[in-house]
Structures are given as structure tokens and as C-alpha cells.
């Protein structure tokens, strides 16, 4: 798929797509890159937005241009809680690679048209590859950091409802059989 006029990106990789109740948006939010992409290629988080699924937005950068895969795995997840204080709100996650690895997290509350500078979790040890931004009824965040991390036993869950297994991701055959011990 082509946009015109074209973009400043040359393509787009993980896409992830959250609907703003509060806002009537959609978002579909990309790991946006710039080609060639021999050994290094610049990337940028970003979040195009539409009213009705037929046209979007241009792409608005949730994390900036930077060089050499500095972001990955990016995740999208909107608050649509009726009763939420932080109803339309909309949360980005993903893994930044000029902070060591570290999960960080924007936020936008108008819709995706602007968002916040991305904030790191004050627990240091909170790096990986890739998370999942959930929202609560009661309108707290929770962002799940990838498999890996959650069998090494650094983590402990009050409630552990979902696991995602990236098998992609070094997650293989043991890590499932350690998720299956946790039931």
C-alpha cells in the first residue's frame, strides 16, 4: 500500500491498531523505518488516526526518527472505560534501544494527535523486547514486559490473567513449560 503523497518513512513493521471511545478514533500505531537497511535503519515510533477506518491521518511520531533500530515492538491500547478517570486516554509502549533496552510508555489524550515525552518505569530492571500496555477498569496502567522476563522469576504478578508467547522472541519450548507450572 502506497500513500500519496508519499511519506518520510519507507515502510512500516508491528503495526497495532486501539480504538478511542472518547474520541472516536482509530489508531493504527508503526514501527516506522527508513530505508536502506543494510546493517543500520533509522526508526521512529508513530500513530496515524481516522474517524472511519477508510482515511488516516499522516503519520504522527509518538517517538522520534533516530538511528539504528532504536525502537521496537511498539503496542497500542486506548482507556475506554466508562467510569475511568483517564477515560481517552491512549497509551504506546515499546522497547528503546538508546536507553539499554528500556520499556518506555507515552500517552495521549486527545485522540493521537499529540503525545507525551516516552517515560521509562522508575524500576530500572524493566528492559526487554517488546510489552503489552493493559488498562484496568479502574483506569490504572499495567505494562506487561515480554515472556522472557516473566519466567525469570524477577517479576511476581498479584494476577496473571493472559500470557502472550512470542516464539520469535528466544521464547521457546522450556519457557512455555515454566509458564504451564505457574497455573
Known amino acids: 500500500v502506497n500513500s ?10 508491528d503495526p497495532t491498531v486501539a480504538y478511542d471511545a472518547a474520541h472516536g478514533k482509530w489508531l493504527i500505531s508503526s514501527l516506522a523505518l527508513k530505508e536502506p537497511c543494510p546493517s ?12 472511519d477506518g477508510l482515511s488516516w491521518s499522516a503519520p504522527i511520531e509518538v517517538a522520534p526518527f533516530v538511528g539504528s533500530f532504536a525502537h521496537d515492538k511498539n503496542w497500542t491500547v486506548c482507556d475506554n472505560g ?21 520499556i518506555v510508555t507515552s500517552s ?15 524500576d530500572g530492571a524493566a528492559t ?19 515472556t522472557p522476563r516473566i519466567v525469570s522469576g524477577s517479576i511476581k ?18 519457557h512455555q513449560e515454566t509458564l504451564k507450572q505457574l497455573r
Do not use: M
Not at 495521549?108 to 522508575?122: A, F, K, N
Not at 526487554?128 to 515480554?146: E, F, M, R, T, Y
Not at 494476577?159 to 519450548?173: M, N, P, S, T
Open 82 to 102: 466508562a467510569s475511568s478517570p483517564h477515560r481517552g486516554t491512549c497509551y504506546t509502549s515499546f522497547s528503546d534501544f538508546t536507553a539499554g533496552r528500556r
Open 108 to 122: 495521549s489524550t486527545d485522540g493521537g494527535q499529540t503525545w507525551s515525552v516516552p517515560v521509562g518505569s522508575p
Open 4 to 13: 500519496s503523497p508519499a511519506g518520510t518513512y519507507n515502510r512500516a513493521s
Open 157 to 174: 504478578f498479584k494476577y496473571l490473567g493472559l500470557v502472550i508467547i512470542d516464539e520469535e522472541q528466544r521464547c521457546g519450548v522450556e
Open 40 to 51: 543500520d535503519c533509522p526508526s521512529a515510533v508513530v500513530v496515524s488516526t481516522s474517524s
Open 128 to 146: 526487554g523486547l517488546g510489552a503489552q500496555p493493559v488498562v484496568q477498569p479502574d483506569g490504572s496502567l499495567v505494562v506487561v514486559i515480554g
